[in-house]
């Protein structure tokens, strides 16, 4: 088993990342990029979700932010871009 | 009103926000000191009642079996809703894809993405239907098995094969496959009220060894709908969403 | 770390509040949308979080060891998939709105009426 302190100091790194991670998604004005930054942003709450101890919670997240969203984020974009043209 | 104006007036809101929050949590006892019993009851509770060593399944589908239920019909709704939101305007028509081939200007896909994409295919469907079943011994479960599955489909248009992945799924096959997942999920509730039990109880048969794949009752079978459903609704939105792209307005 | 990470949590909603106020693009606060969102996940499973506890599986540890609450897991669990659902839902707005409309900037968007 890992020790408390361990576990704390992990979870206060991840959690940090965390909140740089949501920074960075809410600066980015670019469409695509901004997908891009929310895709790793959802692979870094998936990782803060395992260290708070809830598998669960991790795959559905890895599931859903890194690949479903970002997916169908990108199918919007793609028809707007097509009319925009 | 102004851009500025408007600035200065969510900042004063948000300053507002924070304080109220920053009030709430220090009126919590502290990360890591949750006092809350109903969880603790329930984990000393939860493996003998259900054999389900899978304690947060066990809530979803059995403790809380009701509330998944209308959490599953919002996923139906909101995919229903887009098929109406989407629906072609006046002046819009279809084009179909092989009359794009001639003014095509993307590259076409390369051997090794269409390669890579149809070798993971197979494993990814497996995977997904793995987690739909094994809700009650592991952290899987029907949301994320079904997401999964869906994911399976979707890496067929990945590689390239727009034209195959229309073919797999159609439109009908997949509002049939969501219709049976949510429908069954209900259904197996409604069968628990005919034979006088309350509604969503785990009346089939426990199994012997808590956490053995055909152990813990309803919880099992109704993962299984739930996956069925999921995977349907997300390919759903994705061929809607596809179908978008090729609706060219006259 | 008795309250830092409901600072965080705090923070991810201010931030993702201030990128769909201060936004030019439909597409662009739907995503801040979904930050909001997650700070509510972050929130569910951070009050749940017992120090010193296992995730509350039982497959491989013995039966009464120290285990995390696990309804607040179950809440978020069904909460992120179906939140890619309405997110779809609203893009789906989006889209409809750009058909509409020719554009998808919330301020001219504002100016037309139905």
């Known amino acids: 088993m890992i020790s408390t302190g361990l576990m704390d100091t992990l979870q206060v790194t991840v959690l940090v990342l965390v909140a740089a991670g949501a920074f960075v998604v809410v600066r980015t004005r670019t469409r695509v990029r901004q997908v891009l930054a929310l895709s790793v942003y959802g692979m870094l709450l998936a990782i803060l979700f395992l260290v708070f101890q809830a598998p669960d919670v991790t795959l559905s997240e890895l599931t859903v932010g890194a690949v479903a969203l970002p997916i169908i984020l990108l199918l919007a974009i793609a028809k707007v871009r097509k009319r925009e043209q | 009103m102004t851009a500025r104006q408007r600035g200065w007036f969510f900042a004063v809101a948000a300053a507002g926000l924070v304080a109220c929050l920053l009030w709430a949590f220090t009126g919590l006892p502290g990360f890591g000191h949750y006092p809350g019993p109903y969880g603790q009851v329930i984990l000393g509770q939860a493996v003998q009642q259900t054999h389900a060593t899978g304690v947060v399944s066990a809530i979803n589908f059995e403790y809380r079996g009701f509330d998944t239920v209308g959490e599953e019909f919002i996923l139906f709704t909101a995919a229903a809703g887009m098929s109406v939101v989407l629906r072609m305007m006046r002046g819009e028509r279809e084009r179909q894809p092989a009359d794009e081939a001639e003014s095509r200007t993307a590259a076409p896909t390369s051997s090794s993405i269409r390669v890579v994409a149809l070798l993971l295919v197979g494993p990814t469907a497996l995977i997904g239907w793995w987690f739909a079943s094994h809700a009650q011994t592991s952290p899987s479960g029907g949301f994320q098995g079904g997401v999964i599955l869906a994911s399976a489909f979707i890496l067929v248009y990945l590689s390239g094969e727009f034209l195959t992945f229309r ?6 096959l997949v509002d049939a496959v969501e219709a049976l997942g949510a429908g069954g999920f209900a259904g197996i509730g409604v069968a628990a009220l005919v034979m006088n039990l309350p509604y969503l109880y785990n009346y ?23 996956g069925l459903e999921v995977a349907a609704a997300f390919v759903l939105i994705v061929s809607e969403l596809l179908e978008q792209t090729l609706l060219r307005s006259a | ?59 491989d540890i013995p039966l009464h060891t120290k285990a995390v609450d696990p309804v607040v897991q179950a809440l978020a669990l069904t909460d992120v998939v179906v939140e890619a659902a309405v997110t779809a839902l609203l893009l789906s707005f989006a889209i409809q709105a750009h058909k509409r409309f020719g554009t998808l900037d919330p301020h001219e968007l504002a100016e037309f009426k139905g």
């Open chain 2, 167 to 172: 073919r797999l799924s159609p439109v009908a």
């Open chain 2, 204 to 226: 089939l048969p426990l199994g012997q060894f808590p956490g053995a794949v055909s152990s813990s009752g309803t919880i099992a079978l109704i993962s299984f709908f739930v």
């Open chain 3, 1 to 59: 770390m008795g309250i830092f990470p409901f600072l965080v949590v705090a923070w991810i909603m201010v931030a993702g509040l201030y990128g769909i106020v201060t936004s030019r693009d439909l597409i662009h606060q739907i995503v801040c949308l979904i930050v909001v969102q997650s700070s509510t996940y972050v929130l569910l499973l951070g009050v749940g979080y017992i120090t010193g506890g296992a995730a509350p599986y039982f497959w």
